[in-house]
Every structure is written in C-alpha cells, then in structure tokens.
C-alpha cells in the first residue's frame, strides 16, 4: 500500500479485477466491497468514490454487514502478532504503539476483547489513527457498556473512518488534504516584536504520568512557523499532548543576559487534543520571564 | 534547635554560659565564635547580633578560621552518615535529598569530596538550603576549578549564609521574616473576569528529565491565592520547578462545558529559580483555552 | 461639613443639638431625622448609627417620608444654580460635573426634571456620586418610565445612599474605609521581569465621543503601582473610563531602541465600571511590541 | 492614470510616443526620462523597468536632474491648490488631506515651502503616501536642518520612491503587489477557543489630540479576520493609528450577560506605524474581561 498512489482516472479506467485489487483491501477482508462499487464507476471525485464504497455496505444483507464487522482483526490481539491481519491494520496498529505493548498491556487487551466478544459477538473496532493509546482504553471500557443495538452501529461507523483513510492514502487527488487533523505553532518574540526563527520544539504524547513518547520534532523558520506542522494531513490522536520550546537556547542565542538557570528555559505547553479531524493551532508569544498560549487559528 | 525561639531580650540578658549553649552550633563546631560575641552584648537587632558574629571570624586569626572551615561536614559524606555532625546540618542535608541517595550518587559525592579535600584542604561547604540537588552538584563542579585563594572566601561566604540562616531560626523578631525567599502565585478567571478560587494546585522540583519531587501542596482561596507561599521565609533553593494547576476540574465546577479530553487540564508553568532570596510570583490568568504566566511582582 | 471629622465617642456624648448640628444635614431639609436618632444613642459602629437613622425614616409617616423626598433638590435645578440648597448637595453635583453644564445641556436637565415632577410629584434623586455624566442621563430617562410606586421606592433608596455616602464623611472610624468603590493599577515591564517604575499614568473619564475629563494623574512606584489608587474610598461613577500610560517614554528612559514613532507610546486602556462599589483592578502587563490587561483583584 | 493597467508585453511592443504618452508621468514633469527608458526595451520585469527609469535619471547631467527636482510642485502649496500639478501628485496630496487644510495649517505650509525653497532652491519633496499628516510636518522641520549635498539626496530618494509607487499603480503584473504596507488583524475569542467572526473595525489615524480619521473599516469573517488588510498593497503612512472593536456587541450577539456598561465595550489598540513598507499585524485576543495585543506576523 505504500507504492506511488493511485488516479481517479486510472481507478475509472481499469479492467474490475485490477480495481478490485487496488481497493479490496480498503475494507477488511471484504473485497466484495470494492467488486460492487467497480460497478458503479466512473467517479467524479474521491468522495463520490468513498461514498459508493459506504453505500454498497449500508446496502447489503445484514448477515454480510455482520460478517464484516465479525472479519475485523482484534486490537493488539493474536492475529495481530502473528501477522493474519491486512497490512494497513498493521500500519495502523504499529502507529498507535498496540506492536510494542508490555504483558500486562498485553494481557489486559486480551481481556477486554474476550468481555467484548463475549458480549457483542463481533471484535471490537475502533479507528485507531485517532486515538493515543489511553484515549483508545477508555474508549474500549466506555462501549463495553453501550447497549448492543447501539454498539452495532458504533462499529459500523468506525469501519467507515477506517475505510475513509486507507482510501485517502492510495487514491491522489488536488487540493488540499481529505484528511483533516492538524497541530501546528507559531512562536512570536515579543521582546523585538518579530517571529522567533531558529528555536527548537518538540511534540510529546503524555501517555501517563510515567510515560512520554516523542512525536515529532522541528525548528522555527524566519516566520516563527515550522516547515510543515506537527501533525497535519491525518487524524490528530485523542490524547494529551505538550509541546516544548527551547525558549532559554533562543534567548541567549539573541544576546539576552539570562540568569542561571533562567526563569524560562525549556517551555511545555500541555494541551488535550478531542476532535481528531479539528485543527489545533498552539503558539507561544513569550519574552524571558513570560510566556502565553490559546488555541489559535 | 526546634523549641521555643530565642527572643533578642533573653539573649541580651542570659550568663555568657546559655548564650553559648543557645548560640554555639549557629557556626558549626564553633562555639568560640558565640563567646566573643557575647562580650559584645547588648545587642538591638538580631541583624546587629548577626553581623558581630560574623565579625568575630572576620577578625579571627587565620589559623583559627582555618580550623572553622576544615570543621565542616562533608555533604552527603561518610560523617553525616554516621550522625556525626550538627544536628542542623542533618536536618539541612536531609532537606537537600542528600540523606536518601542511590549508591551511585553518594559514590559520586565521595569522589567530588575527596577531588575537593585534595586539592583545597578543606571540605566543600556548601549553603545547601540555596540549591536543588541540580544545582548543588552544578556548583560542586564549578568550584572544583576555582583558584584556591578564591575558593577560601567563597567557602567563607557559604558559612556566613549557613549561620545566618541557622540564626534567624533561633532567634524570634518582629515584622517580616528576615530569610526572604518566596514562591507565590495568583489565579485569575478571565471568562468572569475574577480570581479563581477551589483551583488545586503543587509546586513540584524538576530534578532531571525522570525524577520530580513534589515541594508543596495547596487550594487557592476566594481571592484566587494560596493562603500562605508555597515556599516562603527560606531560601528557595536555585533549581527548576513545575507548578501544577487543576485548571480543568476548576471550569468543570464552574459549569463550563469542555470537551473529553479539555483543552486545558492540567497546566504545568516550568521556571527556573536563581536567586534564592528573590520573589517569585508566578500567577497563572486563563481560561479553558487560553493561559498565561509572567514574573509578577 | 470638610472640618476634622467627628468621633462616634463624641457624638454618643454630646447634648441633643449638637449631635443634630453635626448631623442634621445627612438627610436633606430633614434635621428630625438626626433628632429622631439621637435619642437611640449610644451607637457601638458608624453603620448602626447609619442604620438607625434609615430606620427613623422607614419608620417614619407616609406624608413625613415623601415631604423628605419632595425636599431634595433637583440635579442642575434652579436651586442649586441659586445655591438654596445643602452644602454637600452643592459639592456632589459640582463633582458629577452638573454646575460647569452648557446652556443646551441645562435646558436638557429642567425639561427632565419638569416631565419627572409631572410624572411623580418630587423631584428626581439619584445618587450622583455614583454615576458619571452619561450614566446619570441614562438612569435618568429609564426611570422616566418607572411605576410610581417602584419608582418611590427607588428614589428612597437613593437617599439611603447619598445619606450613607455622607454619614461616612463626616464621621472617622477605624478600620478601611466604609465607602468601598476603587480604579487601580499595576505596570509590568515583561522584557525585564519586574515591575515597571516610573510610567506616568492618567485616568480619564470618556463622557462623549468628544469630550473626555482627566480624573487622576500619577506615576508609579518601585513595585510597579500608584502610591494611591486612583480612585479610592469612594463610589467610582458609573461611566466609561481610560487609563492611559506613558509606555514609550518609559522604555526610551530604560535605554530601549525605539522606532520613531514607537509601536507603543501612549497606550489606552479602555473599560467601563458599572458597580461603583466594586474594585476595579486593570494592570498593564507590556514590553515595547505587547501589552494585555484584565480585571484583575 | 486610473484605466486599465497596462502590461509589460504591450508596454515593450508600443510605438516609443506611446509609451512616453503612458509612461511620462511616472516622474513629475519630466517626460524625457520616459522617452530615454524606452530605448532600452524590452523589460522582462516591472522592476527592470523601474531600474530603467531611475537609472536614466542618475546618468542625467546635473542640471537636468537638478530640473527635475526644481519641477516638482510644493506641498500644499499654490499650484496645487491652483491644480497646475501632475493628476497623481494631486490625488497623492489629496489622500494624504493637504486638499483640507485649515487656513492656518496651510500658511503653516507656505512658510516652510518659502524657508526650504529659501535654503535650498528646490521645492520640498516628500513621498507623502509615505507619512501621517503629523509626520509629514516633522520630516520636513527636520529636513530644513540638513546640510543642502544631503538633502538633493535625499530629495532625489524621495522622487524615486514616488516614481516606483507610481509605476507599479499603472503598470499590471503577477504575484504578490510590489508595493508592499500592511495593516492587518485577527481577533481571537479565548472564552470559547475561535475565531471572533463578526467583529466591527474601524481604524483611525490619530492625527492630534483632537483630530483623527477614519481610515478604513471592516467586519472580522469567519476566521476572524477581515477579508482584505485594512491597509495594504501601498504604504503604510507614517502615523499612529487606533484599530477599534466593537468587542462589547460581539459578547452580547454570543449570548454573554454583560453589564452595564461592560468592562470591555469598544476595545481602542493603539499603535505607531514607523515602517511605510512593513507589516502590522496587530491581532486583538480577548475575552469579555481582558485583552492583549502584540506585533504578530
């Protein structure tokens, strides 16, 4: 799935079986998926072709819904490590560190996926590019107790996010991005009444009190901004993030006389991120003994 | 050294015998020191008390302040350890952590010790109430570079802050506290434009990126303050500290409507104190998407 | 009435005409109420003192109550150009600005007053300390349009208050003064981290688009306030109001390179007060290319 | 001047009358420097174009050039108000109010054009889209004090920033406008984390104490922004201004009880602008009870 990403032209204009190849696994173990949708060719827009590919599954029997809630691979489960899952699931699984899991993480998947199961007769389903793993726990915990009828159409609806992305990732298009889902920055000197350029930031997941992970790491530009944001072009993680400035490097760098240690050195700025498709703009305004932040735009 | 404090009208009365027994571990192994300035008695102020004793070892033979120096306990050393020191100095170590470190720190102490007595004749003296555990192993470092007749006045130096601390400990006196050295804050709701009271709050001591020591604990009161300093009529020893505000469980009191995770919960405000007799007033002015801090006043 | 202040000691002592000589001009043209509450005496605080006389006045007959209100001198009225009314009606209205009004403003006034006496048969009363010029028109053609009887009350609680305003005056008491209401101010230099001394600072009240009135002039001290509020120990009229600081002066004076003009001179602070009782803290928090205020406490 | 602009592929193809016809305007009564540049068509930019033109001059013989800045009309002067002046000196005058001067105000002018014409034998010139009316008057006190080589040029300087506005109003071509200026906003509602749409601005050029204009006025949209800059794609006069917001209609249009009056009603930012060529953006982030500002980017 990571080869160079297919045209809707190309799409409209191949033999079905090469359509189905390129998209059957769009939905797991359900090329019928895809096979129906090749039918319904040709298609004006990506939307118009994620929209065919819902309305073949909104349309079929219920028994074939059913089996492809029931196809879906367990998170963190066995057929997860013994490689008998898609390779988008894979991918989607490793991004949300559900490959590197301790035993007792482990072990506790595998109990929550036994009560699911036990109850709701099909996995649990979950698109997990929008989850940082405690968001995706407490999610887990929270449906086990949704009633069934409800809990069916919760697993439907996230089938249809984790189709919607896979698609956005093989199919090209123009214009901006279709996944939504940004964090970006700005940092702003006020001391000068410039942009700050040249001060390193990082973004960290607090996954815990005791755990970090580093998710992506840059430097301002001439205008305060970095290069690409953060996070951009995919669902932001529900989790709880903190950013972090090397305010204090930035300041001496620009000839401050700073104190030791400075009052401020490396800044965090710890926000929740709810929405995954939303846009979270942090920028920090700050000088050597203040510093603020609010969600921009 | 913790009963009932001294007043400066006891003192200027008592036989020269109690004044050395009240006064004789001010300066470590020292009491010579409080028998000559009890020949210099009355005194009006304990600042006027302070100075004579200082005094004394100014005008000391060399020797005799030699001696003063050499008397001093090792930090985190083999006689603190074994109880042989002044209980003031005990009590100050085990303020600084010194009393709980791994093997490999007191390793690490026994060979800056040892580093120091070799090349200097005397222990490393240290006014350890000024410093976080960082910053103390950051000036033993430093120190160890010094030119030697540098090194004599900055050790004498620390003494005088050793026993003026210990002083004004002992010794009651009206108006403000003489040991200045505060950390404060303030919470301001700017979405009702008051202070923000019932807001959680921790001052915490970043030692290093794994390790945090939580310092103080408190509940802002109806005018968005704690009701006394987090830390306040002590030095504030030189290091980096975190407070923590619950901003999130305060807006959900308040009513407000936030998302799952909020934008804002938990807010750290990361600063670096360097002058451990200075005012730091950190206040924190918010709203559920937006804060800011700066060095008050 | 601007003699040294009278002791609640000395009024609770003294014979029955002094004490209405002292304090027969609380309640306009209505010296019984004073005489009516001497024979209460003695009075513990100020505010019982204050308390019995509005009792004798609730208490009072109907025909007794409104023959106070009928008494009261119209706002900008003949009386008062003529000067046939009490001292402090004099000093109040001349602070609220109503003896320096234009021919047109006057003509406004008595048309108000004619259409108010034809409605409700006494006078129209407000307390004017506590509203500036605009607000006072404002209030004064919203109870234009009153019930009589919602209106006779409100005019007999604005006579508690002028009488309350006036009791306080003349009579010292320990303890903060009991005519709260409050504008002060607190400048924060953000590039140094530390109070800003030194700024010049105006308050000035916006009456008209056109016309505005300097209230207040101070500079600030060390720690970055006015040695005085601005307003203090006294209702703040209700009215728009603009502090403005003299940024660029002071950072050209710390030595700043300031473009010319600098982005921040003079800086205006606008807000307006609507609870003349309340504490009106606006802080400026600023460096040469930022500022911010808030409602602070 | 104000037809359709002409592009650079028609301006290289006319006859040489032609384009003296359209170009010979760019310099203030001096079509030949025009008739010079065209033989050295083509011109693959507008700015090889300008660099044409100015270095036409620059070669000139003194007295030619010396004649050309003879030509040039006087501020506010006679043939101005007589309308003997080039179309564009006209409106550039007019945008900069010297068309409605007080009679004071323009003897003010006569006399300075009589004293610089007195020490230097040429008129004054400035490029006075460059300059507030305030800092109009400073620059030429302060030009009267230079020494005559400085001042032809600087004179000279100031023909050829008027000549470049000039010829990029006329002459069409890509990307961003050549003449660069900008004032521009953002307002942030930091009670509800977004954009403030629907925000009124207007912005004044302070002139004095008692005068100020308006100088644009917009509403915030969607992003909080206005759709263009409130000034832009020219410079930026050299002035202070004031954004105002209408902050308070905003609150009430939300929803947010205020009082009466509120605390922030009609929000006033006041600034200097010091740079015709830069970039302002000075963004409002409020709530009903604060408010900050800072030079953005």
């Given at each position: 799935m990571?080869?160079a990403?297919?045209t809707?032209?190309?799409?409209?204009?191949?033999?079905?079986?090469?359509?189905?190849?390129?998209?059957?696994?769009?939905?797991?173990h359900?090329?019928?998926?895809?096979?129906a949708?090749?039918?319904?060719?040709?298609?004006?827009?990506?939307?118009?072709?994620?929209d065919?590919m819902?309305?073949?599954?909104?349309?079929?029997p219920?028994?074939?819904?059913?089996?492809?809630?029931a196809?879906?691979?367990?998170?963190a489960?066995?057929?997860a490590?013994?490689?008998?899952?898609?390779p988008?699931?894979v991918a989607?699984?490793?991004?949300?560190?559900?490959?590197?899991?301790?035993?007792?993480?482990?072990?506790?998947?595998?109990?929550?996926?036994a009560?699911?199961?036990?109850?709701?007769?099909?996995?649990?389903?979950?698109?997990?590019?929008?989850?940082g793993r405690?968001?995706?726990?407490?999610?887990?915990?929270?449906?086990?107790?949704?009633a069934?009828?409800?809990?069916?159409?919760?697993?439907?609806?996230e089938?249809?996010?984790?189709?919607?992305?896979?698609l956005?990732?093989?199919?090209?298009?123009e214009?901006?991005?279709?996944?939504?889902?940004?964090?970006s920055?700005?940092?702003?000197?006020?001391?000068?009444?410039?942009?700050a350029?040249?001060?390193?930031v990082?973004?960290?997941?607090?996954?815990?009190?005791?755990?970090?992970?580093?998710?992506?790491?840059a430097?301002?530009?001439?205008?305060g901004?970095?290069?690409?944001?953060?996070?951009?072009?995919?669902?932001?993680?529900?989790?709880?993030?903190?950013?972090?400035?090397?305010?204090?490097?930035?300041h001496?760098?620009?000839?401050y006389?700073?104190?030791?240690?400075?009052?401020l050195d490396?800044?965090?700025?710890?926000?929740?991120?709810?929405e995954?498709?939303?846009?979270?703009?942090?920028?920090?305004?700050?000088?050597?003994?203040s510093?603020?932040t609010?969600?921009?735009?």
């Amino acid at each position: 799935m990571a080869s160079a990403p297919l045209t809707l032209t190309a799409l409209n204009a191949m033999p079905e079986p090469d359509f189905v190849a390129a998209l059957g696994a769009v939905y797991e173990h359900a090329p019928w998926v895809a096979a129906a949708a090749s039918a319904r060719r040709p298609f004006a827009t990506v939307e118009a072709l994620a929209d065919a590919m819902r309305a073949v599954i909104e349309e079929a029997p219920d028994g074939q819904r059913l089996a492809l809630l029931a196809g879906h691979p367990e998170l963190a489960g066995r057929a997860a490590r013994a490689g008998r899952i898609e390779p988008a699931s894979v991918a989607e699984q490793a991004a949300a560190g559900l490959d590197r899991l301790s035993e007792a993480e482990y072990a506790r998947f595998e109990a929550l996926n036994a009560a699911y199961r036990a109850r709701f007769g099909i996995p649990f389903i979950l698109c997990v590019k929008r989850h940082g793993r405690a968001s995706l726990l407490r999610r887990f915990e929270a449906r086990l107790a949704s009633a069934p009828e409800t809990e069916r159409r919760t697993a439907l609806a996230e089938v249809f996010r984790i189709g919607a992305i896979r698609l956005n990732g093989l199919v090209a298009g123009e214009g901006p991005p279709r996944t939504t889902g940004r964090i970006s920055t700005h940092v702003l000197d006020t001391v000068r009444g410039r942009p700050a350029a040249g001060i390193g930031v990082e973004l960290h997941e607090i996954v815990s009190a005791e755990e970090t992970v580093l998710v992506a790491r840059a430097v301002t530009n001439a205008d305060g901004r970095t290069d690409a944001p953060l996070i951009g072009g995919r669902p932001v993680p529900i989790a709880i993030y903190e950013l972090r400035f090397a305010l204090g490097a930035y300041h001496r760098a620009a000839g401050y006389d700073l104190a030791d240690p400075p009052f401020l050195d490396v800044v965090p700025l710890r926000f929740g991120v709810s929405e995954p498709e939303g846009h979270y703009h942090v920028p920090l305004v700050a000088t050597p003994w203040s510093f603020q932040t609010y969600r921009g735009s």
